[in-house]
């Protein structure tokens, strides 16, 4: 089946330090997602991606859908400590179906 | 936003009872619901996909027989682990649909099987 490989697994910074993550895939997808999990909760969407090649920002963060549609990646600018949360790639070709990353544990220290 | 319930929030069972978690639409009409498990540190996995009137596709390998998924209404998905051993005990999430573009999940329900 198809599988998205998220890197890195888990990261350390300290606050307002900036933070990128990103996916690869062998297959190709339509639709590129990010979403990010707190302990305990559903995950929530960050950023949707449309179209190869796009890039889209939603307040510190900024997303990209790889040109070759087999990757994306989210950049977090001047991190902040309610940032810590577990970041999920999610990858779509057809329907509602997603196919998740593994995920990118983020700590971040005052 | 549209909104996902999904309850109970967290259940604790004894091994070899059966429990129901629901996953409720509660502003907009779900054609299609799905659930997925998520074991600690790990993935979301899916193991179903559900439409309102018929019957839930499931993963290759999920036990359709022990995870009985019933979407009898646009806004109601419920999943019924039945037979609860503790190596079932997982985090379970349900998400809803509201056309291709429209994904919202529930919040989860931790289950510890005792």
């Known amino acids: 089946g198809q599988q998205l490989n998220q890197s890195p697994q888990s990261m350390f910074i300290q606050e307002g330090e900036d933070v990128s993550m990103n996916c690869t895939s062998s297959?190709?997808?339509?639709?590129w997602l990010w979403y990010k999990q707190d302990p305990g909760e559903g995950p929530v969407l960050l950023i949707a991606?449309?179209?190869?090649?796009e890039l889209t920002s939603n307040g510190r963060l900024t997303a990209q859908f790889g040109i070759t549609r087999k990757d994306s990646f989210l950049n977090i600018s001047a991190s902040i400590p309610s940032d810590v949360g577990i970041y999920f790639c999610?990858?779509?070709?057809?329907?509602?179906?997603?196919?998740f990353g593994e995920g990118t544990q983020l700590t971040v220290n005052p | 936003g549209a909104v996902v319930s999904q309850h109970p929030s967290w259940v604790i069972c004894k091994s070899g009872t059966s429990v129901k978690i629901e996953c409720r639409s509660l502003?907009?009409?779900?054609?299609?619901m799905f659930w997925y498990r998520q074991f600690p540190k790990q993935s979301l996995m899916l193991m179903a996909t559900s439409n309102e009137g018929s019957k839930a596709t499931y993963e290759q390998g999920v036990e359709k027989d022990k995870f009985l998924i019933n979407h009898a209404s646009l806004t109601l998905s419920t999943l019924t682990v039945t037979s609860a051993h503790p190596e079932d005990s997982s985090f379970y999430i349900c998400s809803a649909s509201m056309g291709y573009e429209k994904l919202f999940f529930g919040s989860g329900t931790q289950l510890s099987v005792l």
């Open positions: 991606l449309y179209k190869a090649g």
């Open positions: 999610a990858g779509r070709t057809s329907g509602s179906r997603l196919t």
């Open positions: 297959s190709i997808f339509n639709t």
């Open positions: 502003d907009f009409q779900a054609t299609t």
